[in-house]
């Protein structure tokens, strides 16, 4: 096995754990999906897990430029840890993240700086970890993480907006992972 999650794990847990403890707690219940994802992912899983793990970084306070966590996290880790390409495209575009993108006004700069990954494989794997992940880090589903960021942040905000129009596209992503794990041998 690979170290490279061990080292981004240290990573993520050194941005949130102190300042976000409720953040990390989720990205390290995120990360435990990703491990379940193995077989379906193969070669990728420790990709995947290391996207899992880090995919919320950008929320730390030192961080956020933008305040848009996705693009704050992916030019981190490019800028400042020197992540391979596939790690950064995969933050940056977590869990639908070009439509809160959009939201923002800030979908051309992530288009440009960190272009959707093509894998739909990996990108609806950590779409899955992520919305079947308790803000707790505790398993749960797509529709309840749903309701509950709706809770959360409003319906009326930027990210109750994003979600509203993002949740066709997650609960096809849930879906298809749940396909493909309900096809692994047992």
Known sequence: ?????????????EELASSLPRRWAHSRGVA????????????????????????DVGYAPRLAKTGFHPLDGARFLR???GAEERLTRLVANHSCALLEAEERGLREVLETEFPLLE?????????????TTTPDGDRTTAKDRMAEILSRYGAGSVVGRFIRRASPQIFAAVERVETALAAQPR
């Open 79 to 81: 800028d400042v840890h």
């Open 32 to 55: 435990q999906r990703a491990r379940d994802l193995a077989e379906v992912v193969g070669d990728d899983a420790p990709l995947l897990s290391s996207a899992a793990v880090l995919h």
């Open 1 to 13: 096995m690979t170290l490279e999650p061990v080292r981004w794990a240290l990573v993520a847990e």
């Open 119 to 131: 894998d739909q494989r990996l990108v609806d794997a950590l779409v899955w970890c992520d919305m």
